[in-house]
């Protein structure tokens, strides 16, 4: 599943193609939406935005595109529609002057009046975006002191798009790793210091997977992002049996919240 990083990566390409410019070809795969495909068909593209792992794409007249790949989605973007490979039909195609974006295979696709999205059943349970420049590591403590989330592993919780939207497996693993945490500590049960680490660790980490993605200028809007490096490589993730980059052990996997997670026991405590 693209985490946040790579669906704000995605939320670039896609406001290449589309934004500024009217959608002369729309399709879906669904019967009731294609039937209301009039209501952006026509349309200028206003925004693409990206917020946790779903998109968003706004055009005038009031009404959003909201797309989640979850697992097994993806995207193509080729020139024409005739481009397109044969096979199982993308479940989503917008067309512009500039070219084709073609979503496959992704469950969640729908249609919202631009001011109804606060009642999208997965954007209104989203807790901070890590990605988001409004938000900052006060923010992210002050969120901590949910009560709902106080019992809970970290390993549990860093999937927990309520607790920190847009995070995902790699991510969890590189963050614990650069807090120097265990996945199993309880988060009522950190020190003042711990959470300060964890919540700086939320925000450099994926911000830092970002931005390797532009080795050039940013797109618009991540100018915040200026003076984040530039590189992002694997510490932990998918290196079980390696020295540990502290020198400090070996990188572990363990299966944690039924995902994949590695970590070294000798400097995550």
């Known amino acids: 599943m693209p985490e946040g990083p790579e669906t704000h990566a995605l939320a670039d390409r896609l406001s290449m193609l589309l934004v500024d410019e009217t959608l002369?070809?729309?399709?879906?795969?669904d019967p009731k939406l294609q039937r209301q495909r009039?209501?952006?068909e026509g349309r200028r593209v206003l925004a693409v935005e990206a917020r946790g792992k779903a998109l968003l794409i706004a055009v005038d007249?009031?009404?959003t595109v909201y797309a989640h790949s979850h697992l097994f989605g993806f995207w193509r973007f080729v020139d024409e529609l005739d481009a397109l490979p044969e096979g199982a039909p993308p479940r989503l195609v917008l067309g512009t002057v500039r070219g084709i974006?073609?979503?496959y295979a992704a469950p969640s696709i729908s249609l919202w009046r631009t001011d109804a999205l606060d009642g999208q059943p997965y954007l209104s349970k989203l807790g901070p975006d890590v990605l988001d420049p409004d938000v900052d590591?006060?923010?992210l403590i002050a969120h901590m002191g949910t009560p709902r989330f106080g019992k809970r592993t970290l390993a549990?919780?860093?999937l927990d798009q309520a607790f920190a939207a847009g995070m995902g497996n790699y991510l969890r693993s590189e963050v614990l790793f650069q807090a120097r945490l265990s996945p199993h500590r309880i988060l009522q049960d950190l020190t003042a210091g711990e959470r300060r680490r964890l919540a700086n660790a939320l925000l450099d980490v994926p911000r830092r997977a970002y931005r390797s993605k532009h080795d050039d200028a940013l797109p618009p809007g991540k100018d915040y992002l200026a003076k984040t490096k530039a590189q992002f490589d694997f510490e932990v993730f998918e290196r079980a049996g390696a020295p540990c980059p502290r020198g400090n052990g070996t990188i572990v996997e363990d299966r944690l919240a039924g995902r994949r997670l590695y970590w070294c026991h000798g400097c995550q405590h």
Request: glycine share 10%.
């Open 137 to 139: 590591a006060r923010a």
């Open 101 to 103: 974006a073609a979503l």
């Open 24 to 29: 002369v070809h729309v399709r879906f795969v």
């Open 38 to 40: 009039k209501v952006i």
């Open 61 to 63: 007249g009031g009404w």
């Open 156 to 158: 549990v919780l860093l």
